[in-house]
Nanobody, 125 residues
Framework: QVQPVESGGGLVQAGGSLRLSCSAS????????MGWFRQAPGKEREFVAA????????YYADSVKGRFAISRDNAKSTVYLQMNNLNPEDTATYYC??????????????????WGQGTQVTVSS
């Protein structure tokens, strides 16, 4: 129902920062929780962070707590993921996804029904 498009990926050195953006078109955006997932080569896609449609509640994977911050600007239909103190293990393709109301756990990819194409983040050591 929403069509997320990610941007902002790239190459960064360990300890550096990067901010990803997700532009999600569609008039239902305001009613969707949004999440970020990532997938490294040969590994299963994993949860990174999520935010409710009102922006009042956020969720984070243990591996990124204190380093990443998710936010949204509903006026711009955009979700952000600020990534600080990046580690090589953060290297992955990052996906933005939309969660319809009452779809399930914010931590589970099964709760999301619309996905972006992904943006590559590479952290060098």
């Amino acid at each position: 129902q929403v069509q997320p498009v990610e941007s902002g990926g790239g190459l960064v050195q360990a300890g550096g920062s990067l901010r990803l953006s997700c532009s999600a078109s569609g008039r239902t955006f305001l009613y969707y929780g949004m999440g970020w997932f990532r997938q490294a080569p040969g590994k299963e896609r994993e949860f990174v962070a999520a935010i409710t449609w009102g922006g009042g509640i956020t969720y984070y994977a243990d591996s990124v707590k204190g380093r990443f911050a998710i936010s949204r600007d509903n006026a711009k239909s955009t979700v952000y993921l600020q990534m600080n103190n990046l580690n090589p293990e953060d290297t992955a393709t990052y996906y933005c996804a939309g969660r319809a109301p009452n779809s399930g756990s914010y931590y589970s990819e099964d709760a999301y029904n619309s996905w972006g194409q992904g943006t590559q983040v590479t952290v060098s050591s």
